[in-house]
């Protein structure tokens, strides 16, 4: 039984109609689904339909073999993880040791034996949905700061490697928080900063993923986002500074419905872009994971964020983001070069007219 | 036929399958007799065939299409636990594998004879129609 209650679906590639109808015949009276296919290219149609939770391979069959079907099962990122167990006569068990170095799951031996084939099938399903429940708590995880476009995107790409470990991406960094809310929080209940704190925060949250963007966690009164991570896009700048402008944007509602709201004036707030190389991935332990940003680009885009506290501008943004604009827009101003701390070379630096 | 012959008969196709053999069947069909009838049907029905594939490679030298037929009947005949055909069947596999022309007509043959005491078995455990 699969974890949501529903029968298992087992893929039987067999080209000896005897030796099919008695595999249909017995997995269905365990209470299996049963698909069979007389020959490996039956069997890849098949599987391209619906990937099902097993597959029984005969290893001699003309034309496409078991070992043919298994190579193109397992180099396929959508159907690896499906468990893949070899039929066999007794005399075949050199193709059985390649086929197990290949990424076989099992082996049955021919003529059947009951137990045997029972334990072989269970043990097979029992991965499987180890794997289904894996998978679906990386998608869990996932959803809560990535695009939902893009999880599956994701979870099929990493496969069974979605989990610590991080990738080499290039890409935009951007950071936000609300100015002096240590101060908002001293003078208001605790409760109060809360609800004001969740609402701003969730509205930026929408924004970024609106434009495409990873939600990488919330740092206090602020946030941190990425753009091209973990899906690579060519305008990852365009997007952090559009959704920069989207946030700007969004502060005159937010601060209107806090007056309504009798909880305070409203706020100002700070951004920080950054664009270049960083580390994207899973950080923290395997019970507690975190996807996020390692590397000084993100390093850079946080203090550049602190930075706009002494300037005019609510936006600063790294020379390094300019660059990499697609389409750059004509209200860059300059904002000349500074010392970033952290960082031994000055970095030249640019706002938004308005803003 | 002699009733002497007729008891012969029947005795070959007592021992020409192994009773273990029958009852794994009947478990990994969960005891359906249906089940283990459709599954005798496909090799009754699926076995002349095989020979004769097996009768034509071996005349005609082709030895892949030999082994192939080999292979097939052997896999079933051990499924069923006729014992001797796949043993004969195993040995002209491993024949044809060897090289072309090395299996003859007269192993075939004997294929041929034990098929017949498989078949009266099939037929003795072949559950009738509920």
Same mark, same amino acid.
């Given at each position: ?15 000896? +109609?005897?030796? #099919?109808?008695?595999?249909?015949? %017995? ?5 299996? *689904? ?38 193109? @099962?397992? /180099? =396929? +990122?959508? #159907? ?6 070899? *039929? %066999?006569? @007794? ?14 799951? =099992? ?46 995107? @994701? @979870? ?28 908002? /929080?001293?003078?208001? &209940? ?12 969730? #509205? ?26 973990? *899906? ?13 402008? %989207? ?27 950054? %664009? ?17 940003? *390692?590397?000084?680009? &993100? ?57 | ?14 021992? $020409? ?28 029905? $699926? ?9 034509? !490679? ?10 192939? $037929? ?32 090395? $299996? ?25 129609? !509920?």
């Amino acid at each position: 039984m699969r974890a949501d209650g529903s029968a298992d679906s087992i893929l039987v590639v067999d080209d000896d +109609p005897v030796n #099919r109808a008695l595999l249909r015949r %017995s997995l269905e009276a365990q209470g299996h *689904i049963v698909r069979t296919a007389e020959d490996g290219a039956r069997a890849l149609e098949l599987l391209v339909e619906e990937t099902g939770d097993l597959v029984l391979l005969d290893i001699v069959m003309p034309e496409l073999d078991g070992v043919a079907v298994l190579e193109r @099962v397992k /180099a =396929d +990122p959508l #159907r690896r993880h499906v468990p893949v167990i070899m *039929i %066999s006569a @007794v005399d075949e068990i050199d193709s059985v040791v390649r086929c197990i170095e290949l990424g076989a799951e =099992d082996y049955l031996p021919k003529p059947f034996d009951p137990v045997l084939l029972r334990a072989r099938i269970n043990a097979g399903l029992s991965r499987k949905r180890l794997h289904d429940l894996e998978r679906d708590r990386v998608r869990d995880v996932f959803a809560r700061f990535v695009p939902e476009g893009i999880v599956d995107q @994701v @979870v099929t790409l990493t496969g069974d490697g979605l989990r610590l470990g991080g990738t080499l991406v290039e890409g935009t960094i951007l950071f936000n928080d609300i100015r002096d809310f240590t101060a908002y /929080a001293e003078r208001h &209940p605790p409760s109060a900063a809360l609800e004001v704190l969740n609402r701003f925060l969730g #509205r930026m949250s929408d924004v970024v993923l609106d434009h495409g963007g990873s939600h990488l966690g919330f740092r206090g009164d602020g946030m941190m986002a990425a753009f091209g991570a973990p *899906i690579t896009m060519a305008d990852h700048a365009d997007r952090a500074l559009d959704a920069a402008r %989207s946030m700007l944007d969004e502060l005159p509602r937010f601060n209107a419905w806090m007056r309504e709201q009798g909880l305070g004036t409203g706020f100002r707030i700070g951004i920080g872009i950054c %664009s270049g190389p960083f580390m994207a991935g899973n950080v923290g332990s395997e019970r507690r994971l975190e996807y996020t940003a *390692i590397g000084d680009t &993100p390093n850079t885009a946080a203090r550049l964020e602190a930075m706009t506290k002494g300037t005019p501008h609510s936006v600063l943004l790294a020379d390094s983001t300019r660059r990499a604009l697609v389409q750059p827009p004509s209200d860059l101003v300059a904002f000349g070069e500074h010392a970033v701390r952290g960082r031994r070379e000055p970095v030249r630096l640019w706002s938004i007219e308005s803003a | 036929m002699g009733s002497d012959s007729v008891h012969q008969t029947q005795h070959h196709a007592q021992l $020409a399958l192994d009773p273990n053999a029958i009852a794994a069947l009947r478990d990994l069909l969960g005891h359906d007799a249906h089940a283990l009838r459709e599954i005798i049907d496909e090799f009754l029905c $699926a076995a002349p065939d095989c020979l004769a594939e097996l009768r034509s !490679a071996v005349a005609s030298g082709d030895a892949e299409a030999a082994a192939r $037929a080999a292979h097939t009947l052997k896999a079933n005949a051990a499924t069923f636990g006729a014992v001797a055909l796949a043993d004969r069947c195993r040995a002209v596999e491993a024949q044809a594998r060897s090289g072309p022309g090395t $299996a003859d007509l007269a192993q075939v043959d004997a294929i041929a004879a034990e098929w017949v005491h498989v078949d009266a078995g099939l037929r003795a455990v072949r559950p009738g129609a !509920a």
